[in-house]
């Protein structure tokens, strides 16, 4: 998972998750299934989507927060 702005707020399935030293790149190992993905960060429009893994496969997510005046 890659999020610009780095130092956004992720969850996943409602768990926090966290880059090493806010890196802009994220990578998360989850069991297989549908995972709820939001991210956030004051100033920006919250990001919400479903992400469907399948087992042994690698689930590529780019987001760009815009900001809530655009």
Do not use: C, F
Request: hydrophobic share 25%; net charge negative.
């Amino acid at each position: 998972m890659k999020v610009q702005p780095g130092d956004a707020e992720i969850s996943i399935d409602g768990e926090a998750w966290r880059g090493p030293g806010g890196q802009d790149r994220l990578t998360v190992e989850v069991p297989e299934g549908s995972h709820t993905v939001e991210i956030r960060k004051s100033g920006y429009r919250t990001y919400v989507t479903q992400v469907d893994v399948r087992r042994g496969q690698t689930t590529p997510l780019n987001v760009s927060l815009r900001g809530e005046q655009q």
